[in-house]
């Protein structure tokens, strides 16, 4: 996703050894290298100009450990000069924030331990769903921290051509809770399917106790979508790990038409943008 280029820079980070660890960033992707994300976006006249973006960095410490750094977007995210600014700024923040953690942890870790010298961080955005006013996302995270596994899950937010701005899918309705009312019998019931799928047998009340309760609403990432390009008339439940289940279950998404009664819930401002699935 920019152009393909192989920088190797030497940086020092005094908490972990008077060595200095490799950092091999490598950004790869169709846009120039020596170009920001903003600018790479900026420069593109159209949709099909743009170009997708991948920034990757690596950095090994002498004791056999390394930090893995990844973040991408899609091509349409770098058509919208002001959200690949927005999440650019958002990459660099995440890239202090992981190398810093992770200077910490080979500091605290023993001099025999291998999984606490090593840590990951990646976030991929995808599109869900074009409309005119709207760009819908998922970005899929994962995280490694030491340990038996990492973390992975999906979050979600929408793109607002006119205001220039990121909101929560759940910004669209009334409130949280209204949407929840709306959508939590159907997506309850698809969500007990695929547990049956998983675990066999019969699943206990789903108002019950984790993990065969229903998920509520701060639990639950909303998503977006649309089959016909011009409103939304679909919308995603997804659950992550540890959510509905076991890890081992791994996550679940159920899709929802949207019906009248999501339509009750959605505000006024963006009646418009939304339609009954057909």
Known sequence: MRALITVVAATALASCSA??????????????????????????????????????????????????????????????????????????????????????????CPPDAVSCRNSSYSNEYAVVADLPRFLSLSNMLYTYTGGAHGLYGKDSSIWDREAKELLDPTELFTSRAAIHGAISKRACAGLDRERLKRRGGEIPDSYGEWPNNCPGIEETVLFVGSSNGKTFDRLGAYYGPYVAGAYAEGDYEINLPVDAAVIKTVKPEYARYFSVKR
């Open 19 to 108: 060595e200095a660890p490799v950092a091999e960033e490598t950004p790869q992707a169709t846009a120039s290298a020596a170009t920001s994300p903003a600018q790479a976006s900026a420069t593109a006249s159209s949709e099909s100009e743009a170009q997708g973006y991948s920034f990757k960095k690596k950095l090994d410490e002498p004791g056999g450990g390394a930090m893995d750094f990844t973040y991408t977007w899609p091509a349409k995210v770098s058509a919208e000069p002001e959200l690949a600014k927005q999440l650019g700024e958002h990459r660099e923040k995440m890239l202090r924030t992981v190398t810093d953690d992770w200077n910490v942890m080979i500091k605290d």
